[in-house]
């Protein structure tokens, strides 16, 4: 009964390499997609079995199960060991990257900031084309009243 389970799953796991391919999958209604949600995702549990049995088979071969292809095996735990280890480090890249587009971000706003305040200047030398430039940025800013005064304040920037 244990071999045709493990038969079962050898072929299955066949099957789904073929089916899937290096296609990309995009829609739930796809075949693909439906086959990768019915299989899901291992818990921290169960890959802390399969790693108990891969260092048992690495430790003591001879106690390990001859209805498993061991070698396919190993491959498909080097392989998911390979890709944990790329997306790692691709959520280390994409963290850099963020960082770095919000401090240009912040570099562009406060430019933006030093430029309002300069048509702002302009407009009350009566500088030709300031007071309509000044009026299209008001938009971008909501008055709040401080100290009894009416002054402009930038809305928060958003990422």
């Given at each position: 009964?244990?071999?045709?389970?493990?038969?079962?799953r050898?072929?299955?796991?066949?099957?789904?390499?073929?089916?899937?391919?290096?296609r990309p999958c995009?829609?739930?209604?796809?075949?693909?997609?439906?086959e990768?949600?019915r299989?899901?995702?291992?818990?921290?549990?169960?890959?802390?079995?399969?790693?108990?049995?891969?260092?048992?088979r690495?430790?003591?071969?001879?106690?390990?199960?001859?209805?498993?292809?061991?070698?396919?095996?190993?491959?498909?735990?080097?392989?998911?060991?390979?890709?944990q280890?790329?997306?790692?480090r691709?959520?280390?890249?994409?963290?850099?990257?963020?960082?770095a587009?919000?401090?240009?971000?912040?570099?562009?706003?406060?430019?933006?900031?030093?430029?309002?305040?300069h048509a702002?200047?302009?407009?009350?030398?009566?500088?030709?084309?300031?007071?309509?430039?000044?009026?299209?940025n008001?938009q971008?800013?909501?008055?709040t009243?401080?100290?009894?005064?009416?002054?402009?304040?930038?809305?928060?920037?958003?990422?």
């Open positions: 009964m244990k071999a045709a389970i493990f038969r079962r050898k072929n299955h796991h066949q099957q789904r390499h073929s089916r899937f391919g290096n995009r829609q739930t209604r796809k075949p693909q997609c439906r990768r949600g299989l899901g995702s291992i818990n921290n549990q169960n890959k802390l079995i399969v790693n108990k049995v891969r260092d048992y690495l430790s003591q071969p001879t106690l390990s199960s001859p209805d498993i292809d061991w070698t396919e095996f190993l491959n498909d735990f080097d392989s998911r060991t390979f890709i280890n790329l997306m790692m691709l959520d280390g890249l994409l963290q850099s990257l963020e960082n587009k919000i401090l240009y971000d912040w570099d562009n706003y406060q430019a933006a900031l030093i430029d309002y305040d702002k200047y302009k407009a009350g030398t009566q500088a030709l084309g300031y007071e309509t430039n000044l009026e299209k008001k971008s800013f909501s008055r009243d401080i100290s009894g005064g009416n002054e402009m304040t930038p809305l928060t920037p958003e990422d």
